[in-house]
């Protein structure tokens, strides 16, 4: 110790020394010149390709990288977070499958700066200095065909815990578009940890709104479709993102009355905040000739740590049964989500890393794109493991002390999710859509998995009944509806199935079930009125379809069904308003219409 | 002539004379009217808890609506300064930051870090607290918050300026009279 003080001791007597004017005793001194670490020549090019596009203003870092100056207000900052690999964010550990954009500094970049602050953060000469980074001002594709923007911007607390917030945006469109490239503008970008659009072709998410255009919130969020129509694009935004637009032929489809949800993650600042999103939109002539998928492995039901358990093990493992072209890949866990890794076990047994995490944080979640399609052929098994940390050792763990936590939707509840954007490959068109093929193995899948799961029998019977195999998809509603006997969606749906299997007597207590447990819910009174009507118990359908009428004013369907019953029980003037009214709101209305002549000859026969 | 290695010299110390004399002018730190202010004697037998804040460092923002709840918390026995430690920002900068921030406490500039060094601080968001009789007591993180740049708990759990503040107004010893921060160094803004 006593030495190495005097060593100190006498190095600073001599950088003391030559401040007046020795630089030959130095060079004499110094026996291998390693030349002195400069920002212009050494660090610049690193900071500008990697930490600029952020650290700019009117981007997501807090504070611009973009000048000497800058760089040097938060030298020693900026060689603490590149050492631990804080920054940049990029989670992945190296892997022989490349994604796109890898926000990685090397080795030898991180060596550089710890070296370049260590030796007093030196400019250096200026003719060594790169050109500044150009960035595109505004939107990076160029205008927008069409912009939408929240209809109500949100405020943010200064203080308490993230916030999830949902924005929906109605696409005011009258036809059918083909995206080609969605940009997500987030508003205040330094308070949105990232973005994420879903499509909802239904209009379910409005419902959950308290005010029109206000949103709503939530982490996670769940659409219910009526028809197959799967999830197509993953549509993210994180700090630093440059929209891509999608691969030749592979344009998203959007219809006239679709939404789209921003599933947006906050971060209180300190002091309030106004964000209101906006996303702008790109068009093609081009509808899509290629059809991706996103596939889910997921296996929540098995997530019920106990509090203290350190490595909690979660898999999943599914069977590709066609040939798919890998593009992308979104790990989802919460804050107990310690290692995340998934992979590839190809027909003749190589594996291949798809992606790992090794110390996940939920704050930097994205989605990963690979350079290259990755090809999985048929009877390749793509498996995930998760492992999960609810000790006190884990600081993001969100219950102090540790608590036994269980799969769900709210931030503190935990998840096991993998998104796989796959392109089928190699089918044959003439045995239907591949993508039904995919979905439907997938639901077998889960029900096997976990023959108590609810969801997986609901999606199974679903999948069953998009593929014309009614018998099939009733006994998975039943299997469902045994799950849960008060779920009024299963309910309904099996109840819908048996009608439409001809078993309307067999529908009715399913039906009435549904209606009972949602009083406001459309579908199930709607369903119960034709059920009760095919058995010609017209007194009894008429109320379901009045209230039918109530819930959706606007529906040509219950108009004609309501004045089919009313002409049936001898009430002409009303049903003929009835199929007038269906005809205004729908002139194509064929029930209405067939009905209105019957009605009209019945009446001139008179 | 003079040898010019001589010449080169006595340039050199005289530009360290220089040096020297404008740090000393800057020595005190300064209110936002530019008048030198001595925290300790202002604080007149309170306690006095001086919070050193980077405008350009989230987490030090993020931080403002725990200090201005901690001044609030322990205004009869503790006097709250914030301190802004980088020389390039000017009055009004500041002015505004804690307008935006909603801050209701003191503000002084400390362009030379003479506060910073005499209360061991070297990184934003860090408290220095100083007794009755002006000994400092306790300089580091206001709690555990952050575990690292970019990663923060759910909320903290440990609480070392309010446990501080406590001690050093029951007269008691502090339990870690130093626990260094996360956020953004000082020393980057010499």
Not at chain 1, 388 to 408: A, C, F, I
Not at chain 1, 509 to 527: I, Q
Not at chain 2, 3 to 25: D, E, Q, W, Y
Request: hydrophobic residues 40%; proline residues 8%; charged residues 20%.
């Amino acid at each position: 110790m006593k030495l190495r003080r005097i060593h100190v001791a006498t190095l600073s007597a001599l950088t003391a020394l030559s401040l007046c004017g020795a630089p030959l005793a130095r060079t004499q001194n110094s026996p291998s010149p390693t030349p002195q670490v400069t920002f212009n020549r050494d660090i610049a090019p690193v900071i500008f390709h990697s930490c600029s596009m952020c650290h700019r203003p009117g981007e997501a870092a807090p504070f611009s990288l973009l000048t000497y100056s800058d760089v040097k207000r938060h030298a020693r900052q900026i060689a603490d977070v590149t050492r631990a690999r804080t920054m940049p964010p990029w989670l992945p550990e190296p892997q022989p499958l490349k994604f796109a954009d890898e926000l990685r500094l090397t080795a030898t970049e991180i060596s550089l700066i710890q070296r370049w602050v260590d030796d007093g953060a030196v400019e250096g000469a200026a003719s060594d200095l790169p050109p500044a980074p150009k960035f595109v001002e505004g939107w990076q594709l160029g205008q927008p065909d069409l912009i939408l923007k929240a209809a109500k911007p949100l405020t943010l607390p200064p203080q308490g815990t993230d916030t999830y917030w949902n924005f929906i945006f109605p696409v005011p469109i009258q036809e059918t578009k083909w995206v080609k490239a969605v940009e997500i503008r987030p508003g205040d970008k330094r308070y949105v940890h990232h973005a994420n659009i879903l499509v909802d072709r239904y209009g379910a998410s409005r419902k959950r709104e308290a005010v029109p255009g206000t949103g709503f919130g939530g982490m996670e969020i769940r659409i219910e479709s009526q028809v197959f129509d799967p999830d197509s694009h993953l549509l993210f935004w994180k700090p630093g993102t440059v929209p891509v637009p999608e691969p030749e032929g592979m344009a998203l489809r959007l219809d006239k009355g679709t939404d789209l949800i921003l599933n947006t993650h906050l971060q209180p600042s300190g002091k309030t905040e106004i964000i209101q999103p906006s996303i702008g939109l790109y068009f093609t002539s081009q509808p899509a000739t290629k059809l991706p998928m996103l596939l889910q492995l997921e296996n929540d039901a098995k997530l019920d740590i106990p509090a203290g358990e350190k490595d909690f093990v979660v898999t999943d493992d599914f069977t590709l049964p066609i040939d798919v072209d890998l593009m992308a890949i979104y790990p989802h866990a919460h804050y107990l989500g310690k290692d995340i890794q998934a992979f590839a076990t190809l027909p003749d047994g190589t594996k291949k890393t798809l992606i790992h995490i090794p110390n996940w944080n939920l704050n930097w979640q994205a989605v990963y794109r690979y350079a290259e399609p990755v090809r999985l052929p048929r009877g390749t098994t793509v498996s995930l493991r998760y492992t999960y940390d609810n000790s006190e050792d884990n600081p993001l763990n969100p219950n102090h002390p540790p608590e036994r936590v269980v799969g769900g939707n709210r931030s503190s509840d935990e998840m096991c999710h993998l998104w796989l954007q796959v392109l089928p490959v190699n089918f044959d068109s003439t045995k239907g859509d591949p993508r039904m093929m995919l979905q439907e193995a997938l639901a077998r899948h889960n029900v096997q998995k976990n023959p108590a799961d609810f969801e997986a029998h609901y999606n199974l019977a679903a999948m069953l009944q998009a593929r014309d195999q009614l018998d099939a998809a009733i006994a998975e509603y039943e299997a469902a509806v045994k799950l849960r006997p008060n779920d009024a969606t299963a309910n309904n749906a099996l109840g819908a199935a048996l009608v439409a299997a001809g078993h309307p007597d067999q529908a009715i207590p399913y039906l009435r079930a549904a209606s009972n447990n949602h009083p406001d819910y459309f579908d199930a009174h709607y369903n119960l009125g034709i059920a009760l009507a095919t058995q010609n118990d017209f007194s009894a359908a008429l109320p379901e379809f009045r209230l039918a009428l109530r819930l959706q004013p606007h529906d040509a369907g219950v108009e004609a069904n309501l004045g089919a019953v009313l002409a049936q029980i001898g009430q002409y003037a009303e049903a003929k308003s009835h199929f007038e009214r269906a005809l205004q709101i729908d002139p194509n209305q064929e029930l209405a219409k067939e009905n209105l002549e019957a009605l009209q000859r019945q009446m001139t026969s008179h | 002539m003079a040898s010019p290695p001589r010449n080169r010299c006595s340039a050199g110390f005289l530009l360290t004379v220089l040096l020297a004399l404008s740090a000393m002018a800057q020595q005190s730190a300064l209110d936002l009217d530019g008048k030198p202010v001595d925290p300790l004697k202002a604080a007149k037998g309170k306690i006095a808890v001086l919070v050193f804040l980077r405008r350009d460092c989230p987490v030090s923002s993020r931080y403002a609506p725990t200090i201005q709840a901690l001044a609030r918390k322990f205004s009869d026995t503790a006097t709250f300064w914030l301190v802004d430690p980088d020389k390039n920002d000017s009055p009004s900068d500041i002015r505004a930051y804690l307008d935006q921030y909603q801050y209701h406490l003191p503000a002084l500039r400390d362009p030379a870090h003479a506060l910073a060094k005499s209360a061991h601080v070297q990184i934003t968001p860090e408290a220095a607290v100083f007794n009755r009789a002006g000994q400092l007591v306790y300089d580091g993180r206001i709690d555990d918050w952050f575990i690292e740049v970019g990663r923060s708990r759910p909320a903290p759990t440990t609480h070392e300026l309010e446990d501080a503040i406590r001690a050093a107004a029951a007269g008691q010893p502090v339990a870690r009279s130093e626990v260094r921060g996360v956020g953004c160094y000082l020393s980057d803004l010499e």
